[in-house]
T-cell receptor, first 114, second 109 residues
Framework: DAGVTQSPTHLIKTRGQQVTLRCSPKSGHDTVSWYQQALGQGPQFIFQYYEEEERQRGNFPDRFSGHQFPNYSSELNVNALLLGDSALYLC?????????????FGPGTRLTVT | KNEVEQSPQNLTAQEGEFITINCSYSVGISALHWLQQHPGGGIVSLFMLSSGKKKHGRLIATINIQEKHSSLHITASHPRDSAVYICAPFSYNTDKLIFGTGTRLQVFP
């Protein structure tokens, strides 16, 4: 049973570019949450997807957008990258049926913006 | 006041010592996670608990829902336990995880 997977593991982009990060949830999970963790900080909630719709959103600008596919996998898109977007991006999956509190984390994608 | 308070913020121990990390929270929760993050690494979930106590090898987590307090204990600590430990209660009001600031543990041989 594969856990939560994320790709790529590392990414280097230039300021102003756009980036897409991907997440595949744990088998049997239908809800995906995305978090940003800046260096030395705790994770910050970006948004959550369920049934291919954004259900909740944290305090992040519209440059951050997402998508969920029918197979429950999800993408996080960031436009017009800023240096401050450099962070570890974490994806966590859960099952709406079992409760969103039972979240499993992926290994993360480390994004560096130069 | 933060919704989640962890103590201590930094902890240094000698190999073999018994470690305790504390977490207090002010919100109503469905469950609480203890997470581990090694330097430069991703997050690993150690425990999810909503009552009582759980044990995994040398790690023990306890929670007191009435007192809104949880503890993570490490028995016979080892240098490979060196990591940041994060307490993350799941708020049933906001339906989201709330992350503590983390406790940085260093265990020396």
């Amino acid at each position: 049973d594969a856990g939560v997977t994320q790709s790529p593991t590392h990414l280097i982009k230039t300021r102003g570019q756009q980036v897409t990060l991907r997440c595949s949830p744990k088998s049997g999970h239908d809800t995906v949450s995305w978090y940003q963790q800046a260096l030395g900080q705790g994770p910050q909630f970006i948004f959550q997807y369920y049934e291919e719709e954004e259900r909740q959103r944290g305090n992040f600008p519209d440059r951050f957008s997402g998508h969920q596919f029918p197979n429950y996998s999800s993408e996080l898109n960031v436009n017009a990258l800023l240096l401050g977007d450099s962070a570890l991006y974490l994806c966590a999956s859960s099952s709406r049926h079992r409760g969103a509190y039972e979240q499993y984390f992926g290994p993360g994608t480390r994004l560096t913006v130069t | 006041k933060n919704e989640v308070e962890q103590s201590p913020q930094n902890l240094t121990a000698q190999e073999g010592e018994f470690i305790t990390i504390n977490c207090s929270y002010s919100v109503g929760i469905s469950a609480l996670h203890w997470l581990q993050q090694h330097p430069g690494g991703g997050i690993v979930s150690l425990f999810m608990l909503s009552s009582g106590k759980k044990k995994h090898g040398r790690l023990i987590a306890t929670i007191n829902i009435q007192e809104k307090h949880s503890s993570l204990h490490i028995t016979a600590s080892h240098p490979r336990d060196s990591a940041v430990y994060i307490c993350a209660p799941f708020s049933y009001n906001t339906d989201k995880l709330i992350f503590g600031t983390g406790t940085r543990l260093q265990v020396f041989p």
